[in-house]
Antibody, heavy 117, light 112 residues
Framework: EVQLVESGGGLVQPGRSMKLSCAAS????????MAWVRQAPTKGLEWVAT????????YYRDSVKGRFTISRDNAKSTLYLQMNSLRSEDTATYYC??????????WGQGTLVTVSS | DIVMTQAPLSVSVTPGESASISCRSS???????????VYWYLQKPGKSPQLLIY???NLASGVPDRFSGSGSETDFTLKISRVEAEDVGIYYC?????????FGSGTKLEIK
């Protein structure tokens, strides 16, 4: 059974940093691209970033480019999202997803990031 | 960016009846490889989204065959036959043709 478990969320002040983790199990992690999708409170889904199966390619939405870094450790089957210079508009539940041409096929339970002073 | 426009904003359905949700993209989602990169997701109340349909018309694993997807290059439809109480939630279409990946704003399905 595929499992994605996010951690690392919480309350953070504007301008500060936070690192999210996603522990994957139930599939061969190193064979699949992964992504982060977020959802602001009461809002819709917003793609944040994608990383290829081997980490060689990364893609970001413009609003996080230069501030967020997606990475992975295939030996640990773990996905990361390093978030710097956080803004109030980054407040959201962040979901880790297994991705590919079949879509965002599996989602974690999400971790809430609140950016506020 | 590819804009995904969903309609209606909400729909109320009697159990056992059918429901259709529309999604329109601002650009053709038909790739030269013949695949149409549109997807449908359901987010049940208080839960994470789940994949329903991939590549326009393929049913995701474990999804009841009451759900079906169809469409053209820019106009897509999710149909739910014989709606059940467990189908309540917000339905999103999304595209994986190009970055930035985008979603529609969602359609809320309620039971009468």
């Amino acid at each position: 059974e595929v499992q994605l478990v996010e951690s690392g969320g919480g309350l953070v002040q504007p301008g500060r940093s936070m690192k999210l983790s996603c522990a994957a199990s139930g599939f061969t992690f190193s064979n699949y691209g992964m992504a982060w999708v977020r959802q602001a409170p009461t809002k819709g889904l917003e793609w944040v970033a994608t990383i290829s199966y081997d980490g060689s390619s990364t893609y970001y939405r413009d609003s996080v480019k230069g501030r967020f870094t997606i990475s992975r450790d295939n030996a640990k089957s773990t996905l990361y999202l390093q978030m710097n210079s956080l803004r109030s508009e980054d407040t959201a539940t962040y979901y880790c997803t297994k991705t590919g041409s079949s879509g965002f096929a599996y989602w974690g339970q999400g971790t809430l990031v609140t950016v506020s002073s | 960016d590819i804009v995904m426009t969903q309609a209606p904003l909400s729909v109320s359905v009697t159990p056992g009846e059918s429901a259709s949700i529309s999604c329109r993209s601002s650009k053709s989602l038909l790739h030269s490889n013949g695949i149409t990169y549109v997807y449908w997701y359901l987010q049940k109340p208080g839960k994470s989204p789940q994949l329903l349909i991939y590549r326009m018309s393929n049913l995701a694993s474990g999804v009841p065959d009451r759900f079906s997807g169809s469409g053209s290059e820019t106009d897509f439809t999710l149909k739910i036959s014989r709606v059940e109480a467990e189908d309540v939630g917000i339905y999103y279409c999304g595209q994986l043709l190009e970055n930035p990946l985008t979603f529609g704003s969602g359609t809320k399905l309620e039971i009468k």
